[in-house]
C-alpha cells in the first residue's frame, strides 16, 4: 500500500505561514503609521508651558508647613506663563485643515474681489513706440 503525498500539503502550509508572516508584518507597520499621525492631534493637551502651570498650581496648592512649595510653585507658574508667551504652540494636524479652509476661502474672495473689480483694457487705441 502506498502512503498518501503529503508534499502539496506541505507547501500549502508553507505558503500560508508566509502569508501570516506577511500580514503581521503590514499590521506593524500600519499600527506604527497610525501612532505617527496619532501624535499629530492635540488630544486636548496643552503645550509643556500648561503642564508647567498645572504643577505649579498643585504645589502652591498643597498644604505645608514651609512655605518652600508656594515659592517653588509660584516659579514654576512664572516660567510656563512665559513659555507659553515665548514659545508658539506647536502645529498639529488640526491647525492645519484649519489654516487650509481659511486660506482657500481667502483665495476665493480674493478672485471674485479681482472679477467685480476688473476693468477690461482696450490696447488698440494705445501707441507704443520702440
Do not use: C, W
Request: hydrophobic share 40%; net charge negative; proline share 5%.
Amino acid at each position: 500500500m502506498q502512503s498518501p503525498k503529503t508534499d502539496h500539503i506541505v507547501q500549502a502550509a508553507k505558503e500560508l505561514g508566509e502569508t501570516f508572516t506577511e500580514t503581521a508584518t503590514m499590521i506593524n507597520g500600519m499600527n506604527g503609521a497610525v501612532k505617527e499621525v496619532n501624535q499629530l492631534y492635540d488630544h486636548g493637551q496643552g503645550g509643556a508651558g500648561n503642564s508647567m502651570i498645572s504643577l505649579g498650581i498643585a504645589l502652591v496648592v498643597f498644604p505645608e508647613p514651609f512655605m518652600v512649595s508656594d515659592v517653588i510653585g509660584g516659579g514654576i507658574i512664572a516660567a510656563g506663563l512665559l513659555y507659553n508667551k515665548i514659545v508658539s504652540p506647536p502645529l498639529y494636524i488640526d491647525n492645519v485643515f484649519e489654516t487650509i479652509e481659511a486660506q482657500v476661502q481667502t483665495i476665493h474672495l480674493t478672485g471674485e474681489d479681482l472679477s467685480e473689480n476688473f476693468v477690461p483694457v482696450d490696447f488698440s487705441t494705445m501707441r507704443f513706440e520702440i
